[in-house]
T-cell receptor
Framework: KAGVTQTPRYLIKTRGQQVTLSCSPI?????VSWYQQTPGQGLQFLFE???????NKGNFPGRFSGRQFSNSRSEMNVSTLELGDSALYLC?????????????FGQGTRLTVV | QKEVEQNSGPLSVPEGAIASLNCTYS??????FFWYRQYSGKSPELIMS????GDKEDGRFTAQLNKASQYVSLLIRDSQPSDSATYLC?????????????????FGKGTKLSVKP
């Protein structure tokens, strides 16, 4: 069974640009969450998508957005990149059948803003 | 503000010893608890999940949960150098689950474990 797939693995962008990251969840998983990981702040929740709708949102500015498609694949977008957006962006997928389900992470996208 | 606290370490143990990793959480309503292992430069990998008070064992790993004390721990028996990694404690509250939505996990900053040969 394939795991969570994130593309691309690495990105280098310039301040002010925008970027789109992609996540394909485990087959059958309908919940996709995005996290940002930095050395100073650790892992922080960005947002969750389920059934093509954003269900939960963390404390990040509106420059961070996302969407989910009918096949559960998800994308996140960061506009007007800042140096502080440099981080490892992780996608996690969960089976949404019950409350106590586990989240599995993809390999992440390492974003560097210069 | 819901918080999850872990000692940052590093925690150093000799090969073959028991490594004990601890985590406390602030939200008394939390119901789901997870331990992830993260090697340097890699993504977090789920090791254990625990939902009820008591112990849960899986191979060399034992998770322990005490909801009254708001405390969860991970024991690694017969520690190996390959266990050297950062261990992340994550907590989810039931209020975050709605109609299939899984809400979000709140992570501690992680404990760095070093197992010396």
């Amino acid at each position: 069974k394939a795991g969570v797939t994130q593309t691309p693995r690495y990105l280098i962008k310039t301040r002010g640009q925008q970027v789109t990251l992609s996540c394909s969840p485990i087959s059958g998983h309908r919940s996709v969450s995005w996290y940002q990981q930095t050395p100073g702040q650790g892992l922080q929740f960005l947002f969750e998508y389920f059934s093509e709708t954003q269900r939960n949102k963390g404390n990040f500015p509106g420059r961070f957005s996302g969407r989910q498609f009918s096949n559960s694949r998800s994308e996140m977008n960061v506009s007007t990149l800042e140096l502080g957006d440099s981080a490892l962006y992780l996608c996690a997928s969960s089976w949404a059948g019950t409350e106590n389900t586990e989240a599995f992470f993809g390999q992440g996208t390492r974003l560097t803003v210069v | 503000q819901k918080e999850v606290e872990q000692n940052s370490g590093p925690l150093s143990v000799p090969e073959g010893a028991i490594a004990s990793l601890n985590c406390t959480y602030s939200d008394r309503g939390s119901q789901s608890f997870f331990w992830y292992r993260q090697y340097s430069g890699k993504s977090p990998e789920l090791i254990m999940s625990i939902y009820s008070n008591g112990d849960k064992e899986d191979g060399r790993f034992t998770a322990q949960l005490n909801k009254a004390s708001q405390y969860v721990s991970l024991l690694i028996r017969d520690s190996q150098p390959s266990d050297s990694a950062t261990y992340l404690c994550a907590v989810k509250s039931p209020a975050m689950y709605y109609g299939g939505s899984q809400g979000n996990l709140i992570f501690g900053k992680g404990t760095k474990l070093s197992v010396k040969p």
